[in-house]
């Protein structure tokens, strides 16, 4: 049977001297989480990161949550640094190349499929999960569940609330439809 996982980033955030200060989510960023969540779902499952973004996001879009876990960063010092995939002309391209090396962002992206099987796991044949993280983790997670999919079709990098739909069969991820919350 198939299952879903929709994999989301975390909407926009708050930026100056109330960063940090109440919740993490700009206004903006409540909005935009709603619209997405008003498409989307419903979800047997919901998982976030550990940051209050993550889960923030994840009410936001009106789904409760139930759990989060530590998710490593995409940014490996070395390998990839803080938002170099926007300045790359083919970023899942350029990620497959990195994670063809097999070192720290392997292992990254090794220990987020892990948590998106889990989530997976946590529902039955015919239902959907969401994982809410962060951009610079979900790409390169991405391209090692379909290492052989068309990685030029895919675009830009995530934008704040973009997500990826996921189809699951057979034990195996079999396709990816790209979602982006603001066209």
Same mark, same amino acid.
């Given at each position: 049977?198939?299952?879903?996982?929709?994999?989301?980033?975390?909407?926009?955030?708050?930026?100056?001297?109330?960063?940090?200060?109440?919740?993490?989510?700009?206004?903006?960023?409540? #909005?935009?989480?709603? /619209? !997405?969540?008003?498409?989307?779902?419903?979800?047997?499952?919901?998982?976030? +990161? =550990?940051?209050?973004? &993550?889960?923030?996001?994840?009410? #936001?879009?009106?789904? /409760? !949550?139930?759990?989060?876990?530590?998710?490593?960063?995409?940014?490996?010092? +070395? =390998?990839?640094?803080? &938002?170099?995939?926007?300045?790359?002309?083919?970023?899942?391209?350029?990620?497959?190349?990195?994670?063809?090396?097999?070192?720290?962002?392997?292992?990254?992206?090794?220990? &987020?499929?892990?948590?998106?099987?889990?989530?997976?796991?946590?529902?039955?044949?015919?239902?959907?999960?969401?994982?809410?993280?962060?951009?610079?983790?979900?790409?390169?997670?991405?391209?090692?569940?379909?290492?052989?999919?068309?990685?030029?079709?895919?675009?830009?990098?995530?934008?704040?609330?973009?997500?990826?739909?996921?189809?699951?069969?057979?034990?195996?991820?079999?396709?990816?439809?790209?979602?982006?919350?603001?066209?």
């Amino acid at each position: 049977m198939t299952r879903w996982l929709e994999v989301r980033r975390h909407s926009l955030t708050k930026k100056g001297d109330s960063r940090g200060r109440g919740s993490h989510l700009s206004n903006e960023g409540i #909005a935009l989480a709603r /619209a !997405v969540g008003e498409r989307t779902g419903p979800f047997a499952y919901v998982i976030c +990161g =550990e940051l209050p973004r &993550h889960l923030e996001t994840a009410v #936001a879009m009106g789904f /409760a !949550v139930d759990g989060t876990v530590a998710l490593p960063s995409g940014y490996v010092p +070395g =390998e990839v640094n803080h &938002h170099d995939q926007w300045d790359w002309p083919e970023p899942y391209v350029r990620y497959k190349e990195i994670l063809d090396q097999q070192r720290g962002l392997a292992k990254v992206a090794a220990e &987020h499929r892990e948590i998106w099987l889990h989530a997976l796991s946590s529902i039955a044949d015919g239902e959907s999960a969401l994982v809410v993280s962060s951009g610079g983790a979900i790409e390169p997670t991405l391209v090692s569940c379909l290492p052989d999919h068309d990685h030029h079709a895919w675009g830009k990098p995530f934008s704040h609330c973009d997500g990826v739909r996921l189809t699951f069969e057979g034990g195996n991820f079999v396709d990816a439809t790209i979602d982006r919350a603001r066209p």
